[in-house]
């Protein structure tokens, strides 16, 4: 008669010791993907803005104190910006200039959020020099806005250029009235 084939029974230590290995594995990779994430979390983190960065990218005015005439500069991102409180001639000054005889064209309403209050960087657009004309002493051109001694660029009250070799008026920044008596730029 034929032998049978004889069949040992199973060793329970080899079922043991696979599952064993699989969960090392898992152990394993689990343990090396969390060391990996902690590890490259301080490179990730150091993209972020510093503090003191974040803090000077706004910047709160009170504008209680500015009587209309009154021109006060702020430093905003390492510029200064300039807010003019301007009384109702310089504002009808502003609105009564023919747009279409501009070099960079922009009513005045575009360019103020409340026609008493007008904001904006004070840096000439043609090489980055500081107009004057915010002290009730200085020059302020034939237009009455602001002068740029440097080439003889000329703003009107609205910080328009009007003569001069700047391509373009004063920069507006982004701000809004966060109540009647102050601004928050940026």
Same mark, same amino acid.
């Given at each position: 008669?034929?032998?049978?084939?004889?069949?040992?029974?199973?060793?329970?230590?080899?079922?043991?010791?696979?599952? %064993?290995?699989?969960?090392?594995? =898992?152990?394993?990779?689990?343990?090396?993907? @969390?060391? !990996? &994430?902690? #590890? *490259?979390?301080?490179?990730?983190?150091?993209?972020?803005?510093?503090?003191?960065?974040?803090?000077?990218?706004?910047?709160?005015?009170?504008?209680?104190?500015?009587?209309?005439?009154?021109?006060?500069?702020?430093?905003? %991102?390492?510029?200064?910006?300039? =807010?003019?409180?301007?009384?109702?001639?310089? @504002?009808? !000054? &502003?609105? #009564? *200039?023919?747009?279409?005889?501009?070099?960079?064209?922009?009513?005045?309403?575009?360019?103020?959020?409340?026609?008493?209050?007008?904001?904006?960087?004070?840096?000439?657009?043609?090489?980055?020099?500081?107009?004057?004309?915010?002290?009730?002493?200085?020059?302020?051109?034939?237009?009455?806005?602001?002068?740029?001694?440097?080439?003889?660029?000329?703003?009107?009250?609205?910080?328009?250029?009007?003569?001069?070799?700047?391509?373009?008026?004063?920069?507006?920044?982004?701000?809004?009235?966060?109540?009647?008596?102050?601004?928050?730029?940026?």
């Amino acid at each position: 008669m034929a032998e049978a084939a004889q069949v040992k029974p199973m060793d329970p230590h080899i079922h043991d010791s696979a599952s %064993r290995r699989d969960f090392l594995t =898992i152990a394993s990779t689990a343990l090396a993907g @969390i060391g !990996a &994430a902690i #590890a *490259v979390w301080p490179l990730i983190d150091s993209m972020n803005a510093a503090k003191d960065t974040l803090a000077l990218s706004t910047t709160e005015v009170d504008l209680k104190p500015i009587q209309p005439g009154q021109r006060l500069t702020v430093k905003w %991102r390492g510029n200064p910006v300039f =807010i003019d409180r301007r009384t109702p001639d310089e @504002i009808k !000054a &502003a609105e #009564a *200039v023919d747009v279409s005889t501009l070099r960079d064209p922009q009513t005045d309403a575009e360019r103020v959020k409340k026609p008493e209050w007008l904001v904006m960087v004070g840096v000439c657009t043609h090489l980055g020099c500081v107009p004057l004309g915010q002290k009730a002493t200085d020059t302020r051109g034939e237009y009455g806005g602001w002068f740029c001694p440097c080439h003889g660029s000329q703003y009107d009250t609205s910080g328009r250029i009007r003569q001069g070799p700047a391509p373009r008026n004063l920069e507006i920044p982004k701000y809004d009235f966060t109540s009647d008596t102050t601004i928050k730029i940026g």
